[in-house]
């Protein structure tokens, strides 16, 4: 019923849902561009559209009173970046006990324009030997979903470039808080 709600929602706002056919049981999902707090909105309706079983990691801060308990609920996971506590260990350990395990990541780590993106994503990846899916919202096209699935070779240089020439066409609420795929760390 939350998936044909989520639907319907969708379409009534004049936006598309948009997924490949083939959906792997386990994957890290970045979530790009994310420019402006409209996207958690679009995020979560795209969840429960495409019936994702998906957990996210989001900072800490936000899984507070009042609203702490129903963030984690919905897949929350918080996360203290303040201080280094092995994430991509946790995550990797997490991706080996699941048979289906859906993590997803915003690689830019803000909403604000920065130099690049961090590579927790990508390392979490590689460590947990599955696929990277590439989630997008897009303003202009009013479309939010799954691009693709792609295996990354372990060359950063190449797979970013895989990466970025997937998204070079989608647009977030504010293009110019968009930072450029490449990293940051």
């Not at 859906?102 to 993106?117: D, F, K, Q, Y």
């Not at 240089?157 to 647009?171: K, L, N, P, S, V």
Request: with cysteine; aromatic share 10%; glycine share 8%.
């Amino acid at each position: 019923m939350m998936q044909t709600l989520a639907r319907w929602l969708v379409k009534r706002l004049g936006w598309t849902l948009v997924e490949p056919p083939e959906r792997p049981p386990r994957t890290v999902l970045i979530a790009y561009p994310h420019t402006s707090n409209w996207d958690a909105l679009y995020a979560l309706l795209a969840r429960q559209g495409l019936a994702l079983e998906a957990h996210w990691a989001a900072k800490d801060v936000l899984f507070r009173w009042p609203f702490g308990g129903l963030l984690r609920r919905l897949g929350g996971v918080a996360v203290n970046r303040r201080q280094r506590t092995g994430f991509v260990d946790q995550m990797a350990a997490e991706f080996a006990r699941r048979q289906r395990f859906m993590l997803v990541l915003a690689p830019e780590g803000t909403r604000s324009l920065t130099a690049g993106w961090k590579s927790g994503f990508y390392r979490i990846a590689l460590a947990s030997q599955v696929p990277v899916g590439l989630g997008f919202i897009d303003y202009t096209r009013r479309r939010v979903g799954i691009l693709a699935y792609i295996t990354l070779s372990g060359d950063p240089a190449q797979d970013m470039a895989t990466i970025a020439g997937h998204y070079r066409e989608h647009c977030g609420k504010h293009p110019e808080l968009a930072s450029p795929i490449r990293w940051l760390d």
